[in-house]
C-alpha cells in the first residue's frame, strides 16, 4: 500500500513537471507576441490497485486535479502582456511603461473590479473604467493619474461609475439620438402636427423661422443652451440697415416673436422626441427668458387719429376716391376707400377686412356674420376662429352695401382682378390720406382711433372687446369676461354711440360718409337681433 502511494505522488510530480514545462514554452511564445497568458488547467488521473505493490495492477482507480493561473505572467527580456494586473500604488504607476510599437496599453487593478490605468506611448496614464455591457466593452475615463491623488479614492469613484455605467451609457446613446433632433427638423415636424392653424398662421411661422432662425437650422437641439438663446435673442433685437440705406429701429417685437417660436418647437420636442420610450430632449433653454425677466416689453403703439385731424382724414378718404388715380387707369379706390371707412366705424382688424364674404352679409341684422372655422373656409375667418356677429353702424353698413357695388369677386371688399383687396392697396392707401393730412397713418390706426372713441363715449370695456371681437389673454384679462352676454340689439347700440361721437367730434354728414346708401337700407328684423347674443 505505502508503495503504490509512494510511486502515484512520483509520477503525478513527472506528469505536472512536463506539462508545466509544455505549457510554459506556450506561454513564452504568448509572450513574445504580447498576448495574454491562458489560464493552465491540468487533470491527472492515475489508475492503480488498492493493495497493489506497484503500478499497473488491478486496484481501486484514484483522481487528482490541479489548476494554475498565469494570466498577467511577466517574463524578463520580453514585451509586458497585454492584459496586465497589478496593486495599484503609487510606485507601481510610476514604474509602468507602455510597450515598444504600441500605442497604449492597459493594466487592470487588482484590488477594484474594472479599474484600469491607460498608459500611451508617450507616457499619458489615465485612470479608466472597464466594463463589459451587453457583450460589448465599454470604458469611461476617470481622471487623469495624478500622484497627488489617493489611490482609494480613485477606487472609490471607479465602483461608483460601474454601478453606474448602464445609466452613463443609455445616456450617450440618448444623447447620440438626440443630435439628429434639430431645430428645423422639429419645425417641420411641429408644422406638420399643427393641423388647426389657418393658412395664415402657418405662413407667419414659416416666415418669422426664415427670417430669424434659420442660421440655426441645422443646430442640435440638445446643444442650444441658455447663454445661445440670450445671445440670439440680444442679436435679432439689434437694428440692421434697411434696403434705401437707413438703420431700423429696435426690432425688439420681432427678437420676442422669434424666441417664442423657437420656445415652441422645443416644448414640442419634450413631448414628441423619444427614443425606446425615453424623451430625448428633456429642458427648454427658452425659459431662461421668463426667469431673467428678459423679454422685451409689448408696447402697443399708442396712436390714433388726432381729433383736430379726423374730419380731414374722412374727408380726404372720400375725395381721394372720387378724385380717382392720377392716370386713366382701373383702381380700387372705391373699395380701399370704403374698407378704411369700415375700419374707422367698427374697429374690425386690418387683415380681417379682406376675409368679408357677401355671403356673410346679413342685411336683416345689419351684420356680418363670420363663421366657426374650418378646413373649407379657414382663410376666411377671424382670428380666434369661432362665430362672430359683427354689428353694425348706419356708417359702416353703408361701406358694405357701396363696396359690393364695386366688387367684382365673392368677396365686399376686392382688388383689380383679385378676389380680395390685398393689404398693400389698403397701406397705401393710407399713405395718401396721410400725406394730406399731414400725419404718418399705419394700418392699425383706425381701430386704435375706434377703441379711443368707444372709451370716452362711456362704453364699458366689455362691450369695447366685444365690438372689437377682442377676448386677450394672459394676467391683465378679467376672468369674469367669460360669464358675460350681449345681445346683438346691445352690441349694436354701443357701435351707433361710437358712430355719433366721431360725428360730434368732426362735424361731417353723415349723408355724406354714408355716400347716398342710407335710402337703400331694408328694414331690420328687431325680434330677431334681441335674441341672438353675442360674446367673447
Request: charged share 25%; with cysteine; hydrophobic share 40%.
Amino acid at each position: 500500500m505505502i508503495r503504490a502511494l509512494f510511486s502515484f505522488q512520483i509520477n503525478k510530480i513527472l506528469l505536472i513537471s512536463w506539462q508545466f514545462w509544455l505549457d510554459r514554452q506556450e506561454i513564452e511564445g504568448w509572450a513574445q507576441m504580447g498576448s495574454a497568458g491562458p489560464k493552465v488547467s491540468m487533470k491527472v488521473s492515475m489508475g492503480f490497485h488498492q493493495g497493489a505493490g506497484v503500478m499497473g495492477l488491478p486496484g481501486a482507480q484514484m483522481s487528482s486535479e490541479v489548476s494554475m493561473d498565469f494570466t498577467a505572467i511577466r517574463f524578463s527580456g520580453v514585451r509586458k502582456v497585454a492584459k496586465a494586473e497589478l496593486q495599484f500604488t503609487h510606485d507601481a504607476i510610476r514604474a509602468l511603461e507602455c510597450s515598444a510599437g504600441k500605442s497604449e496599453q492597459i493594466f487592470y487593478d487588482k484590488t477594484q473590479r474594472g479599474l484600469a490605468l491607460r498608459v500611451t506611448a508617450r507616457g499619458a496614464k489615465t485612470f479608466v473604467v472597464i466594463k463589459r455591457v451587453n457583450g460589448t466593452m465599454k470604458r469611461i475615463t476617470i481622471s487623469k493619474y495624478d500622484s497627488k491623488a489617493k489611490i482609494v479614492s480613485i477606487r472609490d469613484q471607479a465602483a461608483k461609475l460601474i454601478g453606474e455605467i448602464d445609466e452613463i451609457i443609455e445616456r450617450e446613446k440618448l444623447d447620440k439620438q438626440s443630435s439628429f433632433v434639430t431645430v428645423e427638423s422639429t419645425f417641420e415636424k411641429m408644422m406638420k402636427a399643427k393641423q388647426r392653424i389657418t393658412q395664415a398662421t402657418r405662413e407667419d411661422y414659416r416666415r418669422t423661422f426664415k427670417n430669424y432662425l434659420s442660421s440655426i437650422a441645422d443646430v442640435s437641439l440638445g446643444d442650444f443652451d441658455y447663454e445661445d438663446v440670450i445671445e440670439l435673442h440680444a442679436s435679432i433685437t439689434k437694428p440692421v440697415l434697411r434696403a434705401n440705406g437707413t438703420m431700423s429701429k429696435e426690432r425688439k417685437r420681432a427678437a420676442n416673436k422669434a424666441l417664442g417660436l423657437l420656445g415652441s418647437i422645443y416644448r414640442f420636442a419634450i413631448v414628441t422626441s423619444r427614443h425606446e420610450g425615453k424623451s430625448l430632449i428633456t429642458s427648454n433653454p427658452v425659459e431662461i427668458m421668463r426667469e431673467m425677466n428678459i423679454w422685451h416689453e409689448d408696447r402697443r403703439s399708442k396712436i390714433r387719429i388726432e381729433h383736430d385731424k379726423l374730419a380731414s382724414f374722412i374727408n380726404e378718404c372720400i375725395k381721394i376716391c372720387n378724385d380717382g388715380p392720377e392716370r386713366n387707369v382701373a383702381s380700387a379706390f372705391a373699395c380701399a376707400s370704403a374698407a378704411v371707412l369700415f375700419m374707422l366705424f367698427t374697429g374690425v382688424r386690418p387683415d380681417e377686412v379682406a376675409k368679408i364674404r357677401k355671403a356673410y352679409v346679413n342685411h336683416k341684422m345689419r351684420a356680418i356674420v363670420f363663421p366657426e372655422r374650418t378646413k373649407e373656409n379657414e382663410q376666411d375667418t377671424l382670428k380666434n376662429g369661432e362665430e362672430f356677429h359683427l354689428m353694425l353702424n348706419d356708417t359702416a353698413y353703408s361701406q358694405v352695401l357701396f363696396s359690393m357695388k364695386h366688387s367684382t369677386s365673392r368677396y365686399v371688399f376686392s382688388g383689380i382682378q383679385l378676389d380680395r383687396l390685398p393689404e398693400s392697396v389698403v397701406r397705401d392707401y393710407m399713405m395718401k390720406i396721410g400725406g394730406r393730412i399731414g400725419q404718418h397713418l399705419p394700418r392699425k390706426i383706425a381701430r386704435a382711433t375706434f377703441i379711443s372713441i368707444a372709451e370716452s363715449s362711456e362704453i364699458g370695456p366689455y362691450q369695447i372687446k366685444v365690438l372689437c371681437n377682442h377676448d386677450g389673454y394672459g394676467s391683465s384679462v378679467d376672468v369674469t369676461d367669460g360669464y358675460k352676454t350681449m345681445y346683438a340689439h346691445e352690441v349694436r347700440a354701443a357701435a351707433k354711440k361710437v358712430e355719433e361721437k366721431i360725428y360730434q367730434i368732426t362735424g361731417c354728414k353723415k349723408n355724406v360718409v354714408c355716400r347716398g346708401q342710407l335710402e337703400n337700407f331694408t328694414d331690420i328684423d328687431e325680434s330677431r337681433i334681441r335674441k341672438i347674443s353675442v360674446h367673447l
